[in-house]
């Protein structure tokens, strides 16, 4: 995380419940201008529903500030007008639709000269769906359909990308392909993400500060440093294999 840069996200106290108790228990976290955050953890850790509530999904108690402006009050369309944009686990492209219909639901509010521009930056990024823009984006492979969907959140020029767990179902080749175009496109544009992963190896490819989460609790914090050290990595996968023993005794209890 760069010191320097200007907080564009705090989170305080978020308490997220869907029935009787929280799966999130007050957790708090914040990110600096073009830093790349992970938050690592278990099935059912968490993760998700914070990302979910930062984008206005879930509601939630507690405080999100994004560029200085408390937006907690703020539903999903007003946040994502304001540049926070969530591309879901599973991707979640319109499959009926073609690819290029699909970017064009990314920026349905922006001008068409600014549309034409990001939609070519975009296939700049991934050369694969160029040439499968008429194409039902269903037809796209796993990997191919990860891309898209990014690009679909690209069009619409976010200030936060909220990354659901990008490299599910990916072979580890895709895996690799689509985190280099992610490198890139941070590198370029100095974008600010918030990538969802449950292995840490995956995530330490990109983020320089990562949360851990565990039973809706933040359980550890890595930074830069800890990131690329052993101890730090021993760390995360201490609390990780914590929390998977635990899920492995209940399914086998
Ligand atoms: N819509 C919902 N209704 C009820 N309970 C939910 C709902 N969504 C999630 N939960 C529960 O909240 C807890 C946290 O789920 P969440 O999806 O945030 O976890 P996660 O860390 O993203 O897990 P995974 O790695 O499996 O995606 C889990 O116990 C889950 O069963
Ligand atoms: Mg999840």
Redesign the pocket.
Known sequence: MSEGGRKLLEVSDLV?R??AGP??HGISLSMHESAVAA?L????????????AIAGL?PAQGKIVFDGNDISGLNAGQRFQRGIVYVP?GRAIVTDLTVAENLVLGSYFVDKNTRSQRQQMVLEFFPEIVNRLKSPAGLLSGGEQQMLAIGRALMSGPRLLLL??PSLGLAPLLVARVYERLGAIQKEQGLTALL?E?SFHVAAKLADHAWV?RH?HIVGQLDAQAMRSREGRQQAIDAYLGARQETEEAVHA
């Open positions: 997220i869907y029935g799966v999130v938050m953890g278990a099935n059912g850790a968490g993760k998700s529903s914070t990302m979910r879930e686990e659901d767990e969802v449950q989460m809706g």
